[in-house]
């Protein structure tokens, strides 16, 4: 697609159950980035991938939160045992260019609210 | 650490009106700054960039930004708003693709 695209645009869910939030970057960009939007604060960083690799992984917030980006393309963040301090707007940008230089292009983000 | 505070929470402006959004960050080494804005039900899109050489940038949409070091600002300006400029706005610093966000600015456009 001409943009980044994220599925679900909403998810709901209850506390303790697993969720998967998907990314599909701008076709060829090699960085993709997550970040997570709380109510009323910015985006906070999440992970970077460069390619199939997870480059900086220092945003996640605990062992619950992980993400993959197996053949450097799409990419899933998965959370596992959900808590309703998880809920947050989780969104997802690529870049052509990592490094300084290189814009990030967001997508819609996948909203989350844990019951 | 790095960190960016967006003093204004709301800002009301008049269709045709002039417009000035704040930002101080903190940053260890020379920031690369930027300003993004967010629309309901769209993305972040990025308005301007800061990386180095002519402080004063133009973005799109007729936006512009002054980095001012001794300040730690990098202020977003518009000469005259228009109601389609509506939106929250970011201010970020960072570099390689991991940004640290300010807490946003809700303009609104009145008219």
């Known amino acids: 697609g001409a943009g980044v695209s994220q599925t679900p645009s909403n998810k709901v869910t209850e506390k303790g159950k697993y969720v998967e939030l998907r990314c599909d970057p701008i076709?060829?960009?090699?960085?993709l980035y997550w970040y997570r939007q709380s109510l009323g604060q910015g985006p906070e960083f999440l992970i970077y991938?460069?390619?199939?690799?997870?480059?900086?992984d220092s945003g996640l917030p605990n062992d619950r939160f992980f993400a993959v980006r197996p053949e450097g393309s799409v990419s899933t963040l998965k959370i596992q045992r959900t808590e309703r301090g998880d809920s947050a707007m989780y969104l997802c940008?690529?870049?052509?260019?990592?490094?300084?230089?290189?814009?990030?292009?967001f997508g819609e983000g996948s909203r989350l609210t844990v019951l | 650490a790095q960190s960016v505070t967006q003093p204004d929470i709301h800002i009301t402006v008049s269709e045709g009106a002039s417009l000035e959004l704040r930002c101080n960050y903190s940053?260890?080494?020379?920031?690369?700054l930027f300003w993004y804005v967010q629309s309901p039900g769209q993305g972040l899109q990025l308005l301007l960039k800061?990386?180095?050489?002519?402080?004063l940038v133009q973005g799109i949409k007729g936006f512009e930004a002054e980095f001012k070091r001794s300040q730690s600002s990098f202020n977003l300006r518009k000469p005259s708003v228009h109601w389609s400029d509506a939106a929250e706005y970011f201010c970020?610093?960072?570099?390689?693709?991991?940004?640290?966000f300010g807490a946003g600015t809700i303009l609104r456009v009145k008219s």
């Open positions: 940008a690529s870049s052509s260019q990592p490094g300084d230089s290189g814009e990030l292009f």
């Open positions: 076709s060829g960009h090699t960085a």
């Open positions: 991938f460069q390619g199939t690799g997870a480059a900086d």
């Open positions: 940053y260890g080494a020379t920031p690369y």
């Open positions: 800061y990386f180095s050489g002519d402080t």
């Open positions: 970020a610093v960072g570099a390689g693709g991991k940004l640290v």
